[in-house]
């Protein structure tokens, strides 16, 4: 059975760092793209971006290049949301996925961590 | 990159039909059949429920779902209306950008 397990909620403050982190399982990690997606409070799906694991192939999402970073560790099958900055405006559900290729739709998807931002 | 254009909202009775749909432009939705629909209930992580425009996933998709494509807008019908068919559905395309874009998503009320 195909499972992504996501990380626990967070609560940080402006300007401070967060990682968060989904572990997949009961496939082959590095064979389908790992995706992330937002959804703020009380509004609609945002597409961040994707990583191939295999080769790290990375893509971002217009609104999102340069703002958070995606990585993946396949010896522990763990992708990895990331910014080195928070706003008030990170708060949201973020919500990690799996995709076959780069094209396909997002046929998995994690239960969602939730990440307030305030101060 | 903008987002699809859905309605915000739509309803219908019981055993009724529904058509919900999706806009974009001819560089996501009109130019590939990848589009995707899924469905999202409250308080729970959004679920696939059409893909490659008109295909459901195996196993567990009603066969009341059905999706479909002309131009730049996508559709998704939900026939035979259910109580349970109750959420929020959001429509997806890839596009030429090689990303992906979300609609606003519609909330399907069952009267």
């Known amino acids: 059975e195909v499972q992504l397990e996501q990380s626990g909620a967070e609560m940080k403050k402006p300007g401070e760092s967060l990682r968060i982190s989904c572990k997949a399982s009961g496939y082959s990690f590095i064979n389908y793209w790992i995706g992330w997606v937002r959804q703020m409070p009380g509004k609609g799906l945002e597409w961040m971006g994707i990583?191939?694991?295999?080769?790290?192939?990375?893509r971002y999402g217009p609104s999102f290049q340069g703002q958070v970073a995606i990585s993946a560790d396949k010896s522990i099958t763990t992708a990895y949301l990331e910014w080195r900055s928070l706003k008030a405006s990170d708060t949201a559900m973020y919500y990690c996925?799996?995709?076959?290729?780069?094209?396909?739709?997002?046929?998995?998807w994690g239960q969602g961590t939730q990440v307030f931002v305030s101060s | 990159q903008s987002a699809l254009t859905q309605p915000a909202s739509v309803s219908g009775s019981p055993g009724q039909s529904i058509t919900i749909s999706c806009t974009g432009t001819?560089?996501?939705?009109?130019?590939?059949?990848?589009v995707a629909w899924y469905q999202q209930r409250p308080g729970k992580a959004p679920k696939l429920i059409i893909y490659d425009v008109s295909y459901r996933p195996s196993g567990g998709v009603s066969n009341r779902f059905s999706g479909s494509k002309s131009g730049n807008t996508a559709s998704l019908t939900i026939s035979g209306l259910r109580a349970e068919d109750e959420a929020d559905y959001y429509c997806s395309s890839y596009t030429s950008s090689s990303t992906w874009v979300f609609g606003g998503g519609t909330k399907l009320t069952v009267l």
């Open positions: 996925t799996r995709g076959y290729s780069a094209s396909s739709e997002f046929d998995s």
């Open positions: 001819n560089s996501d939705v009109g130019a590939y059949n990848y």
């Open positions: 990583i191939y694991p295999g080769d790290s192939d990375t």
